[in-house]
Structures are given as C-alpha cells and as structure tokens.
T-cell receptor, first 109, second 116 residues
Framework: DAKTTQPTSMDCAEGRAANLPCNHS???????VYWYRQIHSQGPQYIIHGLKNNETNEMASLIITEDRKSSTLILPHATLRDTAVYYCIVRVSDNDMRFGAGTRLTVKP | DAGVIQSPRHEVTEMGQEVTLRCKPI?????LFWYRQTMMRGLELLIY????????DSGMPEDRFSAKMPNASFSTLKIQPSEPRDSAVYFC??????????????FGEGSRLTVL
C-alpha cells in the first residue's frame, strides 16, 4: 500500500500562497492522490484529487510530479480560515480512504 | 441540503455502559464510513458499508464494537461495554456510488465520546 509523508507543520502569511508538499514514492500507477483538510473540531473536508495531471478547482490547485512520487497542494491566497490540518492520501482501494498525520497549516496575519 | 447528521454530538458515560452513536448519511449516498479520531492515533477507519452491507470491518478495535446499517438512511455504531480508552471523536462519512471513484467523502460533525 502506498504511504504518504508530509511535514508536521507549516506557517504561511495571510494573502500569500500556501504550498503543502507530500511525498508518495511508492504510489502505484492507478492510485489517486487526494487532499482533505480538517478545521478544528469539524469533520474533514474534501479539497481536490488527481491521478497524474495537474488539477485546479475553486479551493486549490494540485501539482503532481511527472514521476508521481510527490505532489503539492497550493492554496493561492491563504486566509486565516485556511488554518487547518491538511491530509494527503493515496487511496488503497476503491472505497478505503486512510488518513495519516497530516500537516498543520497555520495562516498568520 | 442537509449534510451527514450524527447524534449525539457529545456523550459522557461511565465505564461499562453501552454507547450507541447514530448517523444519517446524505440522501442518495450508498456508501458509509465510520472513523475514530484520537490525539494519539489520528483518524482511523473503523468500518465501511456499501449498499447497507459491511465491506470491511478490519478496523473495528475488538468485539465490544459493532456497527449496523439496517437501511440506506441510518447507521449505528455501538460500544458495549465502553471503556475509558474508547474516548474519542467518532465521525461518520458518506459518498454516492461515483464517490467511490472520486474519493470525495462527506463527513458529519462528529460525536465526541468521553468514557469516565
């Protein structure tokens, strides 16, 4: 099963881009990369996912390296409300989503 | 639209008591997941259902835990007897069939359980 490695914590200035890295060097060819976030005391929230192409939605952009061994979640203009724990997940099977420790992002004014 | 609804939001009980947590998935979603979150172990997948059928319960800690999904709109997670180490936030999540492939899970607000 593919595993992910993320930094424990990161800081970002309000209004600046937040770039959250994730390593998944053992990812298989058909495994997707997912990002969720969890704001304190709330349930996790889906952000974005991708296979090998870069993806963008209203919340964030996902950049996946060509070898697929790592990816970066980009929040283009971080706000204080983006302070949360961000989880990078490589899905094990069709409906088995397992969360790691994640990165605690703190957006500072 | 109503999201995933969990009850109770908070439960305080004494060791040895039975605890029942409830979840109402989003209408039309046919996959349901139970997670447990603690500071020490993070977010753990306990069990998931597809079309009301348990698919994988390998994450259920022990026989004291049981989960049922009698119909598409209701699921329960029961702990009997409860122990202090069961104290955690329990999350329920649901997704439609296509969600199995998009990976977009919709989580409830969680049930915070404290066992004294």
């Amino acid at each position: 099963d593919a595993k992910t490695t993320q930094p424990t914590s990161m800081d970002c200035a309000e209004g600046r881009a937040a770039n959250l890295p994730c390593n998944h060097s053992t990812i298989s060819g058909n495994e997707y990369v997912y990002w969720y976030r969890q704001i304190h005391s709330q349930g996790p929230q889906y952000i974005i996912h991708g296979l090998k192409n870069n993806e963008t939605n209203e919340m964030a952009s996902l950049i996946i390296t060509e070898d697929r061994k790592s990816s970066t979640l980009i929040l283009p203009h971080a706000t204080l409300r983006d302070t949360a724990v961000y989880y990078c997940i490589v899905r094990v099977s069709d409906n088995d989503m397992r969360f790691g420790a994640g990165t605690r992002l703190t957006v500072k004014p | 639209d109503a999201g995933v609804i969990q009850s109770p939001r908070h439960e305080v009980t004494e060791m040895g008591q039975e605890v029942t947590l409830r979840c109402k998935p989003i209408s039309g979603h046919n996959s349901l997941f139970w997670y447990r979150q603690t500071m020490m172990r993070g977010l753990e997948l306990l069990i998931y259902f597809n079309n009301n059928v348990p698919i994988d319960d390998s994450g259920m800690p022990e026989d004291r835990f049981s989960a049922k999904m009698p119909n598409a709109s209701f699921s329960t997670l029961k702990i009997q007897p409860s122990e202090p180490r069961d104290s955690a936030v329990y999350f329920c999540a649901s997704t439609p069939w296509e969600g199995l492939y998009t990976g977009e899970l919709f989580f409830g607000e969680g049930s915070r359980l404290t066992v004294l």
